[in-house]
């Protein structure tokens, strides 16, 4: 009897263990996905569109790093048409009447325009070129001497560590570092000079393509216009070019009349402080103008140098005449010049070279401030367009204006 009344029991327990057991396993098998769950189809969809993506941006990034110099070239020529266009309008202007104009045809006016350009040019290059080559001949001959006078000024810094009681393992990493320091930009000046002459002949195809975009600069215009349907999109699209071919043209102006305007002061600053080279120094100062923040720079490190091994004095006058131009240049000349299309502060611009830098090299370097430029030009535009006040304000403001803004809307 003992024995059943235990055997009874124990069936009881694992009964009721079993029961409850089905009863905790019950509820998991009525388990289902909310509606809102999106199929597995859809999720390998996304996946694979977005890897697709991913691809065609890959493969889109390569070829336009491959056709950089392609597009800079392009672009090189754009900027030269923006410098002929007043030109050729000027040649066109006594035959603004319409019974005229058959005796002046842009194409005619844009060759007279060339043949002007180039010539003066010409009669600029056959007179300052005999000084500029001996110039730079006796450079070349004196370079020896510089060498010679560098190493001399390493000796000394290395007489004056053991007059301060330096140890030798410290005087022997800062006569390292600072030779290495003079290497690198020694190096990439030479870099820059030799890719310069490398694409010399690339620039004989500059005119030629610039000489396109100024005979059919309508007939593009009107085709890029036609893209968008008529209405309030095309009217934009039009202001928006319109603000673009303005801002353009003032950053041209602006480089160009800089360029000239830097070489001829530093030209002149140079032969009153007594630096040798001072004409070849002062071109340089012209040409390196047109490459943004490197461009002065170079020319700093070059004319400080050479003031320097002749004369400690010169190379402190270079340098502080250097500083005091290049803030004039920065705050006075140039947005004098500009006027209108281009106002960027310092620090923008100071950013916008070094991500052209990282970006694209050295065309990248030159092309960073009209790109940034004309950034500001479109969201100007967007703005405009969608009546905002800028992206962060929208985001920031209250959801009782924005409901306000939308009710009066």
Known sequence: ????????????????????????????????????????????????VTLLILAVAGFLTGIISALTYLFFLIILAVFF?????????MIRHPFDNPSYEKFMPRPLAIAIAYLIVFSVVGIAIAFLSPIIAEQARQFSVSLPEYTTSIQAKFNDLGNRYKRYQIPESVQTQINEKAAAV???????????LISTIYYVPWLILIPILAFFFLKDANLLRVSLLRVFPSGDWRTRVESVIHDVNTTLAAYVRAQLISCVLIGTLCTIAFYIIGVNYALLLGVLAGIFEFVPLIGPLTLAIIAITVASLESTSEGIYVFIFLGVLRIL?????YPRIVREGIHLHPLAVILSVLAGEQVAGI?????????????????????EHSASKGIVANMLAPQENKSEEAAAK
């Open 182 to 192: 003079i290497g690198t930009i020694g190096a990439e000046v030479t870099g820059f």
């Open 329 to 333: 240049q920065d705050y006075v000349f």
């Open 81 to 89: 048409a923006y410098l002929i266009k007043p030109l050729v309008q």
């Open 1 to 48: 009897m003992a024995d059943n009344k235990i055997t009874e029991a124990i069936e009881m327990v694992v009964g009721e263990d079993e029961k409850s057991v089905a009863e905790v396993a019950q509820p998991a098998q009525n388990i289902v996905f909310d509606s809102s769950t999106p199929p597995v189809r859809s999720i390998v969809r996304v996946v694979l």
């Open 363 to 383: 065309p990248g370097v030159f092309l960073s401030i009209p790109a940034v430029a004309l950034l500001t030009v479109l969201y100007k535009h967007i703005l």
